[in-house]
């Protein structure tokens, strides 16, 4: 059985910052990735966010030059560094890791972040 933890959500005001912890235990040996993802109300999940155990990152281009992807693979770890929140970023943000064995995908239970003044 895996374990996918996310923390840090909550409320900010535009412009402000938040950073959000992802931690998986349990049944699985290695990762390969760590991404976020979020969903907005009435809006499909979409990727925000990914670090490969090579050390690559990515970000969707509404984010990029305001949120930072960090963490060790090795230790199953990753955070999310929140930076110039605009009210479009308010969703509910959710981590996944992916199994190097197989392939698998494993969820948070989710976090939510609320940008509001």
């Known amino acids: 059985q895996v374990h996918v933890v996310e923390s840090g959500g909550g409320l900010v005001q535009p412009g402000g910052s938040l950073r959000l912890s992802c931690a998986a235990s349990?049944?699985?040996?290695?990762?390969?990735?760590i991404s976020w993802y979020r969903q907005a109300p009435g809006k499909q999940r979409e990727l925000v966010a990914i670090?490969?155990?090579?050390?690559?990152?990515n970000y969707a281009d509404s984010v990029k030059g305001r949120f930072a992807i960090s963490g060790d693979i090795a230790r199953k770890t990753a955070y999310l560094q929140m930076n110039s929140l605009k009210s479009e970023d308010t969703a509910v943000y959710y981590c996944?890791?992916?199994?190097?064995?197989?392939?698998?995908?494993?969820w948070g239970q989710g976090s939510q972040v609320t940008v509001s003044s």
């Open positions: 996944n890791v992916r199994a190097r064995a197989d392939g698998f995908s494993y």
């Open positions: 349990g049944s699985i040996l290695s990762v390969s990735a």
């Open positions: 670090l490969t155990s090579g050390g690559t990152t």
